[in-house]
Structure formats: structure tokens, C-alpha cells
């Protein structure tokens, strides 16, 4: 499978699972079906009513949920994930700052009625260089990482998936 780039949910799967990432970028989808990622489309769709662009595509590398004056905007059900969104994020300012563009960013976690405002700073644009080596790293072993039990595992759309054949590595 040819390889288009590298995108926000790539970003977002290193930080959360190296080969939820492998396999996302393999082709070998499982979220479409799945419970979570389902709920989070309908928040997405409900999100920013009054903003007439969401969704937006840059430069046919990387979509991003909104801009809304000074902030790129990004929707997330719940804040368990945070560090994941905030790499996420500090991704598309950065993406965003390479075109020119200088925004600051808005994780809004709907379960908790709460906002958080990421800048890219200096050191978070270092940061974010290291991370997308980093990913370029998984994507090109010739296998997908060993299975390696997290918290989330459970309510992931790969668990099936993962742990079919595999055991644990502690």
C-alpha cells in the first residue's frame, strides 16, 4: 500500500499504541463499526454548528476539525487521551506554521464541559519534528509491533484484532 503522508490520526495512534499505527497505516482498518469511534463522529458532526467550514483539508495531507478565527478547533469525547490530542494538535500547527499559518489550538473534551489551548512553541515544533521520525520508524518495520497491554486495550476497535493470536510482552 502506497503511503500518502503522514496525518493527524497517525500522530494520534504513535502516542497511543505503535501498532494500532502500523496497522492503521497498512490499510487494515477496524474503527468504522466500532462503538467509540462511531460516538465520536456524531459529536464531531454536532460540534461548531455555527462555523460554516469544519472538516478541512490541507493541501490533501491532513484534515483538521475547524478554524475559528485564531484557533484550529479539535473535538475529542473525553480527555482520556490527552497527550495524545495535545501531539495531535501541536501536529497541525505545525503543519499549519510550515504553510505560513500562525494559530494556536483548542482541544474541546465534551464529556467535561472543558477547553485546552495548545501553543506551538519552539521546543513543541522540536518536539513534533522528533515524533514524525519516530512514526516514520513504525511505519517502516516490516512487521506490526508486538502487542503490548495498555489501559485502553479493552475498548479498542483492534482488540479483536490484537489479541486473536498474541499474548502479552510485560
Avoid at 502506497?2 to 482498518?29: Q, S
Avoid at 484484532?161 to 498474541?166: Q, V
Amino acid at each position: 500500500m502506497e503511503r500518502h503522508g503522514i496525518g493527524g490520526v497517525h500522530i494520534h495512534y504513535y502516542a497511543l499504541c505503535k501498532r494500532k499505527l502500523w496497522l492503521y497505516d497498512k490499510g487494515i482498518t477496524l474503527e468504522n463499526e466500532h462503538d467509540r469511534v462511531l460516538e465520536g463522529k456524531v459529536v464531531h458532526d454536532k460540534s461548531y454548528p455555527y462555523l460554516e467550514q469544519k472538516e478541512i483539508l490541507i493541501d490533501n495531507a491532513f484534515k483538521i476539525d475547524a478554524i475559528d478565527g485564531e484557533y484550529v478547533r479539535e473535538v475529542k469525547i473525553s480527555s482520556k487521551m490527552t497527550e495524545a490530542d495535545r501531539l495531535q494538535m501541536l501536529f497541525y500547527l505545525y503543519q499549519l506554521d510550515l504553510r505560513g499559518i500562525r494559530k494556536k489550538g483548542l482541544i474541546s473534551y465534551t464529556k467535561e464541559r472543558r477547553t485546552e489551548e495548545i501553543e506551538l512553541t519552539e521546543q513543541n515544533k522540536k518536539r513534533v519534528r522528533q515524533v514524525i521520525a519516530e512514526v516514520m520508524k513504525v511505519l517502516d518495520m516490516p512487521a506490526p509491533p508486538a502487542v503490548k497491554r495498555v489501559s485502553y486495550c479493552t475498548k479498542c476497535a483492534y482488540y479483536g484484532f490484537c489479541y486473536a493470536m498474541e499474548r502479552d510482552e510485560e
